[in-house]
């Protein structure tokens, strides 16, 4: 006689927390949604408007540089 084995889970309330942790409320759900979309476009903004404004920043700056000396490595 072939004997089975059953192995169960570990800790408590396994099918009632496993449903509250795949279904979050609809409201934490969107925030979730929209702060990951928010960073992302931040992401994105910041890596391409970052030298940009350093050279603004530059031009504004006393004395005045030229484009090409705020651009040359010298």
Known sequence: M???V???GKGKGGK???LAEERPSSTAKCVKE???WT???AKVAVHYGF????IIIGMNS???????QLLSPV
Request: proline share 12%; no cysteine; aromatic share 8%.
């Open 2 to 4: 072939a004997s089975r």
């Open 6 to 8: 059953v192995v169960k």
């Open 16 to 18: 009632e927390r496993r």
């Open 34 to 36: 929209w702060s990951t």
């Open 39 to 41: 960073l992302k476009k």
């Open 51 to 54: 030298i940009p404004l350093i």
């Open 62 to 68: 006393d004395p005045k540089p030229q484009l090409y």
